[in-house]
């Protein structure tokens, strides 16, 4: 196993990227965020050749100490691969119903964009993207929350130019 720790920032979100793993068995590891005290965080079972652990929530009451990624190969697997940590805060803004589009601006794998806006239970709402740029638009989600967070309707899969959800009434 491979150990790297880090100081964890309270209420930030995390993502780990691997590249180029030479594991002669990459499909039985798994890439890990442990916290302090060493429960996990964040798990990604799978293949260590190329391996992706989506932003993670740090929490904000994060205990105290040091964070580890760790990589493990399977049993007596070995290899090497490059590890990249990411620490960051989600976009954060407002859209306005009917407005102008608002910029997504990601900058971190694995951050979100949140918009907030006003609605009224009876509303009809939809979303488009009207321009995207993303290098694998088929590798991310676009989701309507509830004020709950829970999802009330999604495009999964693809965020590029003309992607939608289509109308939902709140």
């Known amino acids: 196993r491979a150990l790297f720790r880090f100081e964890p920032r309270a209420g930030k979100r995390a993502s780990v990227v691997l590249t180029g793993g030479t594991f002669s068995q990459p499909c039985g590891g798994s890439l890990s965020i442990l916290s302090s005290d060493g429960s996990s965080l964040a798990h990604a079972p799978g293949c260590l050749g190329a391996d992706f652990i989506p932003g993670t ?78 290098p694998n638009p088929c590798g991310g989600n676009l989701y309507l929350l509830s004020p709950d967070g829970s999802i009330l309707s999604e495009a999964a899969g693809c965020l590029d130019t003309g992607d939608s959800i289509s109308p939902v009434v709140l």
């Open 57 to 134: 929530a740090i929490p904000r009451t994060a205990a105290p100490g040091t964070y580890t990624v760790v990589v493990a190969p399977a049993d007596t697997d070995t290899g090497t691969a490059r590890v990249r940590l990411y620490q960051f805060s989600d976009q954060a803004g407002t859209i306005t119903p009917n407005g102008p589009a608002v910029k997504s601006d990601i900058r971190f794998p694995g951050q979100r964009s949140v918009f907030r806006f006003s609605g009224i239970s009876g509303d009809t709402v939809s979303v488009d993207v009207t321009a995207a740029s993303f």
